[in-house]
Nanobody, 121 residues
């Protein structure tokens, strides 16, 4: 199937920056959407940013102007540049992709294991 490996989380002070990366590997025929979700303490998981195969992006309102999502289709990677971080950005961040493993299959969603981002005030 498809495996996702995330990297780049950590501890940063408010106002700082972090870059998250996610690499997809395994049996991949095509990847449509790629995205980042997060789940903060006591909160539901939410979509932070997504990018489709054509490069169109969308963001949750709380991160617009601060976060930038990008992808490298040749490498099957997706990145999230996070700037001007706030304590409320503290969460476990999960990478996700919607992919086909063979041409005749329907698309399925795959998830990474999550990476912790902690923003101190």
């Amino acid at each position: 199937q498809v495996q996702l490996v995330e990297s780049g989380g950590g501890l940063v002070q408010a106002g700082g920056s972090l870059r998250l990366s996610c690499a997809a590997s395994g049996r991949i025929f095509s990847i449509n959407a790629m995205g980042w979700h997060r789940q903060g303490p006591g909160k539901q998981r939410e979509l932070v940013a997504a990018i489709n195969s054509g490069g169109s992006t969308n963001y949750v309102d709380s991160v617009k102007g601060r976060f930038t999502i990008s992808r490298d289709n040749a490498k099957n990677t997706v990145n999230l540049e996070m700037t001007s971080l706030k304590p409320e950005d503290t969460a476990v961040y999960y990478c996700s992709v919607t992919a086909k493993t063979v041409s005749w299959s329907s698309s399925s969603d795959y998830w990474g294991q999550g990476t912790q981002v902690t923003v101190s005030s």
